[in-house]
């Protein structure tokens, strides 16, 4: 299945002038984080990259890091911001860059089953609902190493006690905002933790996390998805070598210009002091993008609340060693329930024109979608109104 | 085996700061084309690239088409590059961006063998000396989908008659600068054309390229290896749709930043006139580096005549269609054959401190080794001196 494209020849998902016809579908599939583009907006040229013909052809970025083609000073940026965030330990750790966390994810694939005395694939797993792409990123090659074996949950119950396993760990949970944990019981297993989604913006940040191998990436932390620029935090070193050699025979490194404008980007998200965005909402990107994501929950629930056809989860309130508040999560994406057992939630909400992702993709029900929080302004009150509107039609 | 990271620990890779300390290894082992850097930084501020931080951060770059993460001014710049310089049909063909023609080459086997109906591997093949990374870059995630299965000549004469194969042509070839044609004479078989060399300096342009698939890359283009930008021309839709599909899972898409800055200095590759490089070389750049190839190839010539330990191929002259010129080949590597049979060439030139690459690597003798003629001026000529010590000692 072609996930992006045949969502997005409606045109309605270009950023900078997004389609407002009332009469178009809006595409609330992917997570395309064009909301933060406002902000970025206004800080005019305080971000603005400029590199002259003759800059970084080389493919080599360090020659003498293990992570050759990692640019320092964008493992500097990440490494600070870290430490102002806290939501990862990063000292002690390799920084493995890659073409978004997607590459990341099956660098560490390969890192964790690649052996010349594998016999057969490594079973892949993740608690669903899981993320819609991993099946699918794990399958498509045929990989004699590894293979997607389903949800953590069914293969923690099966009796084999199989201990030669990955789990994928996403946390917070794409699609549910979820707070997650490994779920198989078992020694020997190996784990990849996916914290794409670990901001502040997204979620109370309770403490920093200490795992294996931890993937970012910029798409979800400031909204830069088409940099394509994600990061491994990795521990152990020979882990972090398999990585880098998947990335070297994958691509031969990652993008320069994108790590150059990255570095510059995250580098100025640890300075909390701008004075010129001329707004009333917070100066810094996290507690402004906090803000933003809060208002449009608010709404979302109102809706919610008046139509009586969806319920929506229901998320803790926590201490945010960030923020220094209690807050809740106001996850990138909406996992919506019909309250009917027996309705296919992604044609209902079709049929009014909104592109989402039915809950099957995830490993869950037909009654589920996963809608998109991170849609342009326009985008975003088109979908408050058609959702508004389902009550009536569906009755 | 880590290609790139373990011969770059020497240091003296940097492009901009190569180490010459005389008593190190220098590094031809990588075709890191780092000679055409003060090409580029003559131009100065006329290529320079200004990006702020609220632009490109949707991951679509043009939702109405097929390739919906292509930049439509590459798409512009590649289609009149491949237009002024007559090296390549692009009309009518779909542009599909890769991060690299590396991540092309696997999109490329991935359309080609990716079928529900698939039982075993299709054989990938290509006629040595081949491309050293080819068969593990085939190979490194064990496919279901696709094997290396070696050398195009060998494979030709099996008895087998099996007509389920892939075979690359690589020309002009990396490692020994020869223009190739497909070897297998079988019907059925599927074509992949990597023409990353076939530019003006590297050979003289004798006819528009006209294949199914055709794999180009900026890095050996005009040497901006570090952006990752490489670009395959695509007959056939439901080939590029699957190639787009494995770019989606692979990557979800490639850099914008690097996609912005290609299009531009491949759009100024088109113009010819250039005023102020304050040179007495030619303006336009296939014409300044073919000059600069030429020239490193006769001072190679004359050092590999005086010692007379080694074998370099010849080029036929033929004329250029952008040059209007009959010229020779002036590959991107020397292809170098020591004259005594059993001599283990890479042995013997790695003890006079440079790193090539052996010609078992190719599918070839060890007698061979590659040699990267694209390396900065400084390190060119301690291979030249280093080369022409070799006499003495092999005596």
């Known amino acids: 299945m072609v996930v992006f494209n045949q969502k997005a020849s409606n045109g309605?998902?270009?950023?900078?002038?997004?389609?407002?016809?009332?009469?178009?579908?809006?595409?609330?599939?992917?997570?395309?984080?064009?909301v933060f583009e406002p902000y970025w907006r206004k800080m005019g040229d305080k971000c603005t990259?400029?590199?002259?013909?003759?800059?970084?052809?080389?493919?080599?970025?360090?020659?003498?890091?293990?992570?050759w083609f990692l640019e320092p000073k964008l493992g500097d940026s990440i490494r600070n911001l870290h430490h102002e965030i806290g939501n990862a330990k990063s000292n002690g750790r390799h920084i493995v860059v890659g073409t978004g966390s997607t590459q990341l994810y099956q660098a560490a694939l390969y890192a964790l089953s690649s052996s010349p005395d594998r016999t057969h694939p490594i079973s892949v797993v993740s608690?669903?609902?899981?993320?819609?792409?991993?099946?699918?990123?794990?399958?498509?090659?045929?990989?004699?190493?590894?293979?997607?074996?389903?949800?953590?949950?069914?293969?923690?119950?099966?009796?084999?006690?199989?201990?030669?396993?990955?789990?994928?760990?996403?946390?917070?949970?794409?699609?549910?905002?979820s707070i997650r944990e490994a779920v198989v019981k078992r020694t020997g297993g190996k784990l990849i933790h996916d914290l794409a989604y670990y901001w502040p913006q997204y979620t109370p940040i309770t403490r920093p996390?200490?795992?294996?191998?931890?993937?970012?990436?910029?798409?979800k932390c400031t909204g830069h998805a088409g940099s394509r620029i994600g990061w491994a935090l990795v521990k152990d070193t020979e882990v972090a070598k398999k990585m880098i050699k998947f990335i070297e025979l994958n691509s031969i490194g990652v993008s320069k210009e994108s790590q150059l404008r990255a570095a510059m980007i995250l580098g100025k998200l640890s300075d909390n002091s701008y004075q010129n965005l001329?707004?009333?909402?917070?100066?810094?990107?996290?507690?402004?993008?906090?803000?933003?994501?809060?208002?449009?929950?608010?709404?979302?629930?109102?809706?919610?609340?008046?139509?009586?056809?969806?319920?929506?989860?229901?998320?803790?309130?926590?201490?945010?060693?960030f923020t220094r508040k209690f807050t809740q999560s106001h996850p990138a994406f909406a996992w919506l329930q019909c309250k009917e057992e027996d309705v296919d939630c992604e044609k209902l909400i079709k049929a009014?024109?909104?592109?989402?992702?039915?809950?099957?993709?995830?490993?869950?029900?037909?009654?589920?979608?996963?809608?998109?929080?991170?849609?342009?302004?326009?985008?975003?009150?088109?979908?408050?109104?058609?959702?508004?509107?389902?009550?009536?039609?569906?009755?």
Not at 278 to 306: G, I, M, T, Y
Not at 360 to 380: N, P
Request: glycine share 6%.
């Open 12 to 34: 309605s998902t270009k950023s900078s002038s997004p389609s407002t016809n009332i009469s178009k579908t809006i595409n609330l599939d992917q997570g395309d984080p064009t």
């Open 49 to 67: 990259m400029v590199i002259s013909a003759s800059d970084s052809m080389s493919y080599f970025s360090d020659a003498g890091n293990l992570c």
């Open 127 to 177: 608690a669903a609902p899981y993320y819609s792409q991993y099946p699918e990123e794990t399958d498509y090659l045929r990989s004699g190493l590894y293979k997607w074996a389903g949800d953590a949950y069914k293969f923690d119950k099966e009796e084999d006690g199989n201990t030669n396993y990955i789990e994928v760990v996403n946390s917070p949970s794409n699609p549910d905002g």
């Open 209 to 219: 996390a200490d795992h294996d191998i931890m993937l970012f990436t910029f798409s």
């Open 278 to 321: 001329n707004s009333n909402k917070p100066d810094n990107f996290f507690e402004f993008s906090q803000c933003l994501l809060a208002e449009r929950w608010k709404k979302l629930r109102e809706v919610v609340k008046r139509n009586q056809l969806f319920i929506l989860p229901d998320y803790p309130l926590e201490y945010c060693n």
């Open 352 to 395: 009014h024109k909104m592109m989402v992702r039915g809950g099957v993709r995830f490993g869950a029900e037909k009654k589920y979608v996963r809608v998109s929080m991170l849609s342009s302004e326009v985008v975003f009150n088109l979908f408050l109104q058609r959702l508004s509107a389902i009550k009536g039609n569906f009755n």
